[in-house]
């Protein structure tokens, strides 16, 4: 679908906040982005007809920062609006830009072509697009380059501008853009520009999707935890469970251990009627702080659905297939949150045991959910993080090491790997464990070595925002239910 007037003037306005354009230049991005040719693009929403305007766009900013020649920008522009025309699926694979480029010359018919080492560059850098650096130069040999320095050049934009739309993905994704690995400086610096584009693209899809999924509709008793998370508690009490979307409106906050199949505009539950039957239950519910929801609408997912499937029509993706678990668009509000259930396997269990921060093969996520501890420890004391700073750098390195390789190696390592970064997580945990007990023991005024449970933090969250509560037992664990915020105090 290709923009229209007025949706290419809210591009170029965001743009314009960190880029100077000429009248000149805009005008050119305005011909180029509504004359691509999108019957040749793979039909998604991930890696078609968007992608490719946002990676042009990107193109274009770097080289108008390069000062490329005539010649050159239309090789990149060519191969930012047509690297992925071999694609035939979502997935991550490194044939794509193979495909692409045999098809390539079918597409690119500027007269600059007729200059075969032009066209010799275009193939290259658009089949090079899809491996890692390491293999670039072979690009050179494979389509018999000699102009190497410009080959060089349009290579690292190339990558560049593909890389910057990673921001679209979600931090756990393997697709996901880690900035380090940008070549040039000048992309560095568009990253937040290419935030902006990102949100306004997908904004853009949610507002031309069609709910395909019909909810089911009744009076469900649903659980959803939070893990160990009791920082999160009080935005909970406030505002209600609330998804990605949801808690960018409102300014919250939004760090997760691991990626689930909420996507942005869904909050995961555990439906009562098939916990004997499912494995979320006893997954999360068992394992953490939960709270008790009343609900009158729930949305299931296909199993057979692909994440880019689930994304383009705005479905929940059933990552875990927990049969048990359900989804609820949007938020779940406080009140239709009847209180906060802990489990007999946890209500008594000390918090210098619990699990705080889990595995993931994103760093920045990792290290958000790191970072994120660190803050709220910080309000009552400031922890000593050297030792964490040096295992966060064996981390980093770990997953660096991974990323080089190529898919096949990193399938046969990937159990070994996993366990080396989880002996370096539980290293990492255990330094917050301690924190978080240092924490309580000065809240709670414990003398030193008593126990704190989870149920004794719970309960000092409450009494901290002067919520009144009482305790009702039941065979499984405990339900504390409570009544409305008195104060706000933190």
């Known amino acids: 679908m290709l923009p229209d007037a007025e949706e290419i003037k809210t591009i170029i306005n965001i743009i314009y906040q960190y880029v100077t354009l000429t009248e000149e230049e805009k005008k050119e991005i305005v011909d180029i982005i509504t004359n691509i040719n999108a019957s040749v693009l793979y039909n998604s929403k991930i890696h078609g007809i968007y992608h490719s305007q946002k990676v042009f766009l990107f193109s274009y900013l770097i080289a108008k920062h390069e000062n490329l020649n005539n010649e050159e920008r239309q090789i990149i522009f060519d191969a930012a609006l047509y690297h992925d025309i071999g694609r035939i699926n979502d997935f991550e694979d490194t044939l794509h830009g193979y495909c692409s480029a045999l098809r390539i010359d079918k597409i690119a018919t500027h007269p600059i072509y007729k200059n075969e080492e032009n066209l010799k560059i275009l193939k290259a850098i658009v089949d090079g697009h899809s491996v890692v650096d390491d293999k670039k ?155 008790v929801c009343e609900l009158d609408k729930l949305y299931n997912s296909n199993k057979n659905h692909t994440l880019s499937y689930c994304i383009e029509n705005g479905l929940p993706y059933n990552k875990s297939f927990h049969d048990d678990e359900k989804y609820v668009y949007g938020k779940i509000a406080p009140e239709n949150i009847q209180g906060i259930f802990l489990h007999n396997k946890i209500i008594n269990k000390d918090i210098r045991e619990l699990n705080y921060i889990y595995n993931s093969l994103s760093f920045n996520l990792f290290t958000n959910r790191l970072k994120y501890y660190i803050e709220n420890i910080s309000t009552t004391f400031i922890p000593d993080t050297s030792r964490v700073k040096k295992l966060l750098n064996e981390y980093q390195k770990e997953l660096e090491h991974y990323y080089l390789l190529d898919v096949s190696t990193q399938n046969m390592i990937r159990d070994d790997f996993i366990k080396i970064l989880e002996t370096i997580r539980e290293k990492i945990n255990a330094n917050i464990q301690n924190w978080m007990y240092q924490k309580f023991q000065l809240k709670l005024m414990r003398k030193d070595y008593d126990k704190i449970t989870v149920e004794d933090v719970v309960l000092h969250e409450l009494k901290k925002l002067g919520i009144e509560y009482t305790k009702n037992k039941t065979k499984d664990g405990i339900v504390i239910s409570y009544q409305k915020i008195k104060t706000k105090s933190k």
Not at 155 to 175: G, T
Not at 178 to 197: Q, V
Not at 262 to 289: H, M, P
């Open 137 to 291: 130069d072979r690009f050179i040999e494979d389509y018999e380059v000699t102009n190497v320095e410009r080959y060089y050049k349009l290579y690292n934009i190339l990558k560049d501008a593909d890389a910057l739309d990673r921001k679209r993905f979600f931090e756990s994704s393997y697709a996901h853009l880690d900035e380090r690995y940008l070549r040039l400086d000048y992309s560095k610096k568009l990253i937040k520009l290419s935030e902006e584009i990102n949100s306004y693209y997908k904004n853009k899809i949610l507002e031309s999707k069609k709910m395909l999924s019909k909810p089911e509709v009744g009076n469900f008793l649903c659980y959803h935890s939070i893990g160990f998370d009791f920082f999160k508690m009080r935005s909970i009490l406030e505002y209600g469970i609330l998804s990605k979307r949801e808690m960018k409106k409102y300014g919250i906050q939004n760090v997760v251990n691991f990626e689930g199949g909420n996507l942005d505009d869904y909050v995961s539950v555990v439906d009562a009627r098939f916990i004997n039957k499912g494995t979320a239950y006893y997954t999360f519910i068992t394992n953490g702080v939960s709270f």
